[in-house]
């Protein structure tokens, strides 16, 4: 597990968090929210049933258990434990949630130990601040903001599971969304800086997040460590429809393609490498089944990066979108010759079921490729 989701419980000693928890039966924490059921609760058994504080219901489905010490929604699926509960209604912080709840147990908070947390903050190195940012970004795309962005990537043709399997996200219209996040982990303002998540200079008085009303897409080194982010704009009208992490310690956009860890590992079973344009794409590919897409992340598709990887699988191509083609619709692309001169290029044209008549998007189930298509034009 990466450090960077135990930073609360770094925070609080887990020991210290199971006793406040063991203390304090959940019912008695829930209770001062809601009405009990007299008629489903068996208060003798610790089996607790309630209307649901966290969606509009008029038959309690809401249920907890002491003995367990979590609750449960059958209507709306939330569940959690005392410290989200809190979190959750209430929208406080972590350490709030815990500070409550330990005032309820009658346990002292235990003593902050300043140069401790000092050494903490200082040993989450970039990559976990990144690894950080990227959960949270997820979640707010799961979230209910990130309905629009979800409906975007649904009419896309990208399944959940590809979502996930490309950790995406999405980036809140807001100017401290995950600024106030970080912050609350333990994360300096340096560190936010040296990882490019905010805007900063001499004149910029507040900093503010870099990425604002996005979807989100993780960049990973080639090993697999997220080191930038991808983003694009919600909005129709945003100035840049695609922006990238600046350059950091971590990024050096020049030299990354992005899937490239996932494409190196498919290559070793064979194939060819495919070239595309952008995220989108390559996601779209690898959801048809094919592993080995992988994009340039600056505008000059013959960067040396993309030689790289081909001198690596020994063949490759460029797939181009049509212009004006959807994004990871491979409807119409062009193949492009001698992207990697003299190297046997493999011309390679995907030409996919794209939007036709009666149609409305790409194929649902491909992102609008087809596998026939591509995997005959690779063979040749
Ligand atoms: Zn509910």
Known sequence: MCQANGLPAMRFPPAFLDEIRDRV????????????????????????????????EKSPSFHCEDKKGRYHCFGCQVSGDHFKFLTELDGVSFPEAVERVAEMAGVPMPARDVQEEKREQQRASLTDVMEMATAYFQARLQAAEGAKARAYLRDRGLTPATQQAFRLGFALDSKNGLKAHLAEKGVSKE????????????????????????????????????IAFGGRAMAPDALAKYMNSPDTELFHKG???????RARKALQ?????????????????????????VAPLGTDDRKPAGTALAHVAGTGALLRRRPGGPEGGMAGCRPRAAVYPGRAVRALCAVARGPGPGRSGPDRRTGGVSRGAVGGAAAG
């Not at 079973?269 to 094919?290: N, S, T």
Request: net charge neutral.
């Open 255 to 261: 030299n990354v393609l992005f899937n490239f860890a």
């Open 191 to 226: 560190q936010m800086e040296a990882c490019g998540l905010v805007r900063h200079g001499d004149d910029i008085p507040v900093s503010y997040d870099w990425f604002r009303d996005r979807i989100m897409f993780p960049i990973p080194d080639s090993r697999g460590r997220i």
């Open 25 to 56: 039966p959940i019912s008695s924490l829930i209770g001062t929210r809601v009405s009990w059921d007299r008629r489903k609760t068996n208060a003798s058994r610790g089996d607790w049933w309630a209307c649901c504080p966290f969606h509009g």
């Open 269 to 293: 079973k064979g194939g060819a490498v495919i070239l595309v344009e952008g995220y989108m794409d390559v996601i779209a590919l690898a959801q048809a089944g094919f592993d080995t897409a």
